[in-house]
């Protein structure tokens, strides 16, 4: 590996992909160096925002020898055809959640990564939250005793700016809708797969789920909120709550132990936009003190310098270290989303063993 990661942006059909761009051009250890967009004009635009070429091919991009890594921010059901293309020309990737619309693409993608020898990370921005990462602390060590009730949110008043108006959401120039279901626009792929991911890493793989989804906005083809509820053998229910019509809310993460409660007021923006109060960003409870403390040192901030996930996968790359986010992770995410999604549309419980 150079001394900086060479690193080029495949698409910018989320928006993701900016921030990437940016921190390829904030890191110390790595460079932009060309981008490539399916969009002509999008992707043009992106190569005069960064002052990097526009590659019109695809594969000349991937060809090139001056390339160490890709981030891909394609359309969700693309992702996979996306990684088997970079892997096979031997360059890593950051890819955009979720990891792929469907487990077999996921295992598709998975396969090829193994066969080239490249790292792919998906991009989860909740992994590397200060709060998130002392929440699995304190979980971990035990220190809130058994869990019998999580609650997580990820809302966000995406359709307000919009007005609510579904033609003014699909047509939206910034993001139009092909196919809603392919793309992921519902809220449980869009939204939700933050949650799912941060229960994936908090507790493990869950027994089984229900789900139900709502669309407030009238004739909005795709979900705009959701909430499912996923047990855990010998652990707690897990309720799961995401919005793409949130307006503000204070409060993010709650976490019930029989010694002690966890909750989160700041520090996952959008879901926490407003203040609450002078709570502090995460605050713990333990049943021997009978007392509310806030927690040092958290920033209040989503994501604070050097979180991020381009700036840890740059990070990685570098060290010659595993990405700290797996593509077997975003492989076992996809498979959450996929049980969620089976509950919600046959209107029953599901196991997760009947997908695994």
């Known amino acids: ?154 809302g966000q008043p995406k359709y307000r700016p919009l007005g609510y108006d579904a033609e003014r959401i699909v047509n939206d120039p910034a993001s139009p809708w092909v196919d809603g279901d392919a793309e992921g626009r519902g809220c449980l792929q869009h939204a939700g797969v933050h949650t799912v991911y941060w229960m994936l890493w908090m507790f493990g793989m869950p027994e089984s789920v229900i789900s139900l989804s709502a669309t407030r906005v009238p004739g ?17 229910l897990v309720t799961l709550q995401s919005s793409q019509t949130e307006n503000s809310a204070p409060l993010t993460t709650e976490i019930y132990g029989f010694e002690g409660a966890l909750v989160q007021t700041r520090g996952d923006h959008p879901s926490t936009r407003s203040e609450f109060a002078d709570l502090g960003a995460l605050m713990m409870y333990l049943e021997e003190e009978g007392e509310w403390q806030t927690l040092p040192d958290m920033d ?20 010659g270290e595993q990405m700290p986010v797996s593509m077997y992770e975003g492989k076992r995410c996809v498979q959450l989303l996929a049980a969620a999604e089976l509950a919600q549309s046959e209107k029953r419980q599901v196991e997760l063993a009947e997908l695994l």
Not at 61 to 73: E, M, N, P, S, W
Not at 220 to 236: I, K, M, T
Not at 300 to 319: E, H, K, N, T, V
């Open 1 to 154: 590996m150079t001394d900086k990661i060479r690193y080029a942006q495949v698409s910018f059909w989320f928006g993701h992909a900016y921030g990437m761009c940016a921190a390829a051009q904030q890191h110390p250890g790595a460079e932009l160096v060309c981008v490539w967009d399916a969009d002509a004009d999008r992707g043009r635009a992106g190569a005069e925002r960064y002052s990097v070429p526009y590659v019109a091919d695809l594969d000349e991009l991937l060809a090139r020898d001056d390339i160490d890594a890709v981030g891909i921010c394609s359309e969700t059901q693309l992702h996979a055809d996306h990684i088997v293309r970079a892997a096979a020309a031997g360059k890593h990737c950051l890819v955009e959640k979720p990891f792929t619309r469907t487990v077999s693409q996921a295992e598709e993608a998975i396969a090829a990564a193994e066969t080239a020898g490249i790292q792919v990370m998906p991009a989860y921005t909740l992994r590397f939250s200060p709060s998130n990462e002392k929440m699995k602390e304190i979980i971990d060590a035990g220190t809130l005793g058994p869990l019998y009730q999580v609650r997580r949110r990820h």
């Open 220 to 236: 909005l083809s795709q979900e705009d909120n959701n909430v499912s509820v996923f047990r855990y053998a010998d652990g707690p």
């Open 300 to 319: 209040r901030s989503f994501s604070p310098p050097g979180a991020s996930p381009p700036y840890r996968f740059f990070d990685a790359l570098r060290a």
